[in-house]
C-alpha cells in the first residue's frame, strides 16, 4: 500500500501510540516532523590541537545560522521563515510542505573557551567550526596560616 511520507513520516504514525502502548511519547516537530533530531546531523573530529564541528543544515542561508557560547556550552541555532508574496498569487496549492521554524542544538565546550577561540565557516549548507583545545585554568591552592 502507498502511505505518504515526509521526512519519512507517514499519516499512520499517530497511531502507533494509540492504546498508550509506547513510554515515551513523540514530540512532532512543525519544520521536520518527528525526527527532527537528525536533521542537524554533526561530525566531531579531534586534532592534535583542537576539534571541528562540521553540521549538517540543508537549506539554511548564513543569515539564518547563529552561534553562541555561553556557560561553557556552545549552541547553535538556525531559523527559517518562507517569504510570503504580497498581491495576488497565480494558482492553488495542492499541498505545501514547507514551514517556517528553528531547531537548535547544544555542545558542552568547557568554561575555558572564549568567543574570540571559536573559528565558524558556512558553506554549501555546512556549518565548519574549529574549537581549540584549552584546558581550565587550576585555581592556586593557598596555604592559610591560622594564628
Known amino acids: 500500500m502507498f502511505v505518504p511520507t515526509l521526512y519519512h513520516d507517514n499519516i499512520f504514525d499517530d497511531f502507533d501510540n494509540f492504546f ?3 513510554d515515551m511519547p513523540q514530540r512532532r516537530d512543525p519544520l521536520f516532523g518527528k525526527r527532527a533530531d537528525r536533521l542537524m546531523r554533526t561530525d566531531v573530529r579531534e586534532t592534535e590541537t583542537g576539534y571541528e564541528l562540521d553540521i549538517d543544515l540543508p537549506g539554511f542561508k548564513k543569515e539564518d545560522v547563529k552561534a553562541e557560547l555561553k556557560d ?15 498581491g495576488k498569487e497565480e494558482g492553488r496549492y495542492l499541498r505545501r510542505e514547507r514551514y517556517s521554524g528553528s531547531l537548535s542544538r547544544s555542545f558542552y565546550v568547557g568554561d575555558a573557551l572564549t568567543e574570540e577561540d571559536v573559528k565558524a565557516k558556512f558553506e554549501n549548507g555546512i556549518l565548519q567550526i574549529s574549537l581549540p583545545k584549552k584546558e581550565a585554568a587550576i585555581p592556586e591552592k593557598k596555604t592559610i596560616m591560622i594564628e
Request: glycine share 12%; aromatic share 6%.
Open 72 to 86: 561553557g556550552y556552545l549552541t547553535i541555532s538556525a531559523q527559517k521563515s518562507l517569504e510570503k508574496k504580497d
Open 20 to 22: 498508550g502502548l509506547m
